[in-house]
């Protein structure tokens, strides 16, 4: 009764990783793409995953229940693999396919002898493997047994064969694209004449765009104010000049002084 049960069990998880997986692909096609998801769908064996995810970089499968790797596809591309927190004991000869894979995490898996490790051997790229909590750990020299069962690999549980901590593959491969773009822009900076911004500040403000545009009307105003000035200079010099003569009399006072003459000139009439 309890195997009859779990054969309708099994088959709603195949449906649902099934149905899980056409959700991610969001209409596109497997080959098509580069990165899938599955964490937390829960099934004890995979479905939906084949061979036609040819492009596949990046598969995580944490915390699905697997008990077994059984009809794991081939995918040449595969380069970083997360089965954490799942049931695995054995089974890794079906990774054999994924000869591009480099970052394996395995923590907390039941895998506990290093049997089980040596299909690992078959990965000729895997640089980082991650067995922590898992039964193996336990080993006496389990660090030293397996840097000698992978002599390829360069972390394991996050540490260097000299128990030195070393980054993740994807951070390093991160910060070396940034350092190249980084130096690829300060060399192209280098070619380059420098900018306006920088010949500003060598200059002054005088060179800065922020300067006063030409108004020919200004020029205008500022000859109007100059000439008005030369006639003002000129008035005062004129008055200068008249001030210096001698004084005129009144063309009033001319006949004053001959109506004064006049009683003169009768008395010496009466006289003669």
């Known amino acids: 009764r309890s195997q009859g049960a779990c054969v309708p069990l099994l088959a709603t998880q195949v449906q649902k990783m099934e149905a899980y997986i056409q959700t991610e692909l969001s209409g596109a096609e497997p080959g098509e793409v580069e990165e899938l998801n599955l964490d937390n769908v829960k099934s004890s064996k995979l479905a939906g995953l084949t061979d036609k995810f040819a492009s596949l970089k990046h598969l995580s499968l944490i915390n699905v229940g697997l008990i077994s790797l059984e009809g794991f596809p081939a995918l040449p591309k ?10 695995l004991t054995n089974g890794l000869e079906m990774l054999a396919n994924c000869p591009s894979l480099r970052v394996l995490n395995l923590v907390g898996n039941r895998i506990s002898t290093l049997e089980d490790l040596k299909p690992l051997c078959k990965l000729p790229q895997l640089a980082s493997l991650d067995l922590y909590n898992c039964p193996v750990t336990k080993l006496k020299d389990y660090r030293d047994k397996v840097f000698d ?49 920088y010949l500003q500040k ?19 105003v500022s000859a109007e104010e100059d000439h008005t000035i030369e006639s003002d200079e000129d008035d005062d010099d004129e008055e200068g000049r008249t001030s210096s003569k001698r004084p005129r009399l009144d063309p009033q006072d001319e006949p004053q002084q001959q109506s004064s003459d006049e009683p003169q000139q009768q008395s010496s009439d009466s006289d003669a």
């Not at 595969?78 to 049931?87: C, F, H, I």
């Not at 593959?169 to 306006?196: H, T, V």
């Open 78 to 87: 595969l380069e970083t693999l997360d089965l954490g927190d799942n049931k």
């Open 202 to 220: 060598e200059l002054g403000p005088e060179s800065s765009g922020e300067s006063e545009e030409y108004n020919p009307a200004e020029d205008d």
């Open 149 to 197: 069962l992978l002599p390829a690999i360069q972390s394991l549980d996050g540490l260097n064969s000299k128990g030195e901590e070393v980054e993740d593959s994807e951070d390093d491969d991160q910060d070396r694209e940034g350092n190249k773009e980084d130096g690829d822009e300060a060399e192209n900076s280098g070619d380059e004449e420098p900018g306006l911004e």
